[in-house]
Structure formats: C-alpha cells, structure tokens
C-alpha cells in the first residue's frame, strides 16, 4: 500500500500507485492557482478505462485480473465508472449514449487485450 499524503482541505490521495483519484466537496468558493501540469516520464502496465454513460443503460460485469466475476454495475443517466485493473463484459443497450476513456496510445486489440471466457 502506498504511504499517504496528507490530507488537503478538498482531496486525500496517496502516492506511488499508478492512478489518483480525487473527490470532495467544497463548503466556500475554492480558488485554484493557475497551473500547467509538467510533462513526467511515467511507467505504466495497466489500461485505466472510464465509461460515462450520458442517457441509457450500460450493463457491466466485472472481472479480476484472475478471470474471476466479481459483479455487476449498472450505469444509468449520468453515471460512470473508472476501472483501473482487471476486466469486463460490457452489454449497452440500444439508444444509450456514452464515451469512454482510456489512455493511449491504442497498439489494437490482439497487442492490447485478450478474450476471456465466461458463462
């Protein structure tokens, strides 16, 4: 486990991991400084992807790294998810409207990802 950071007044994260996810909820009005992200040399072995489902349904089984089903989430109207590990079987249904994100770049799909059986 990644040793912490402290808390700041909006955000607990923590470093060493390959993923920081942020939340919070702000009581005043908040100035940020204004900032530009430095380019950093980062080393990454997994595919983070986040699916936002903007109206529908999105069905999505979730698996373990070992091909194990863990379970099923639902996506409806403004709702998403973002999967940093492991695997899924995703089912939309007609007429949802989504995007996805995932980093890149995209070496296709045999480079990328494999099939995994499931019941």
Known sequence: MADPVP????????TKILLVVAD???DKDKYLVPHIHKRVERSIDTT?????????????????????YVKTIRLRDNQALL?????????IKKGTKYFEIK????????????SIEVD
Not at 83 to 91: S, V
Request: overall charge negative; hydrophobic content about 30%; charged content about 25%.
């Open 7 to 14: 808390k700041t007044a909006c955000c607990d994260i923590t």
């Open 83 to 91: 999967q940093h590990i492991g695997g899924h079987k995703i089912t």
């Open 48 to 68: 983070s992807e986040f699916l936002y489902v903007v109206n529908g349904l999105m069905l999505i089984d979730i698996y373990d790294e070992n091909e194990h």
């Open 103 to 114: 980093q890149g770049p995209y070496y296709g799909r045999d480079f990328d990802k494999y």
């Open 24 to 26: 919070g909820v702000i």
